[in-house]
């Protein structure tokens, strides 16, 4: 990351969306790890669904940076529907899914950092990822970690 990335302010609102988008995830985990199987149940199904809209939309996200920028844009856009197919072959296997959601929001983080790198994306965008792409491969290894069906 370039020290222009390092330097760059993250949004507030960007900040303030991402983490909101992250509550789901919370509830999902914070259900899986109850005891009660009813429970357990419902926050595996919302994190597997949560997170597999969300793999989605990252691709989307993807897709709408690169559709403007003619060189590489065939890769570019070939590896923006990437994340829409592991999403809907996450739902799937059911909660071996969260194991493809996971991998998959690491990938779409590698994919991001190249964007703003090639000055696709903003550079604070990169930290953004790294922060929300951590916390929700936590929750959803703590829904993995608790089987649901």
């Known amino acids: 990351m370039s020290r222009t990335a390092e330097t760059a302010e993250i949004p507030r609102a960007a900040a303030w969306l991402g983490g909101l988008g ?13 005891g009660d199987p009813v429970w357990r149940t419902v926050g595996g199904h919302v994190l597997l669904g949560y997170g597999a809209v969300i ?12 559709m403007h920028h003619e060189p590489g844009i065939a890769r570019r856009l070939t590896l923006s529907v990437v994340p829409a197919l592991a999403a809907f072959g996450a739902l799937l296997l059911g909660p071996q899914g969260l194991w493809v959601l996971i991998a998959g929001f690491w990938g779409v983080l590698v994919v991001d950092i190249g964007l703003a790198r090639d000055g696709l994306a903003p550079a604070w965008y990169p930290r953004l990822r790294i922060a929300l792409t951590a916390t929700v491969s936590l929750l959803l290894l703590t829904g993995a970690a608790a089987p649901f069906l």
């Open 55 to 66: 793999l989605a939309f990252m691709g989307g996200a993807q897709w709408g940076a690169s």
């Open 22 to 34: 992250l509550l789901p995830f919370a509830f999902g985990a914070g259900a899986a790890l109850l």
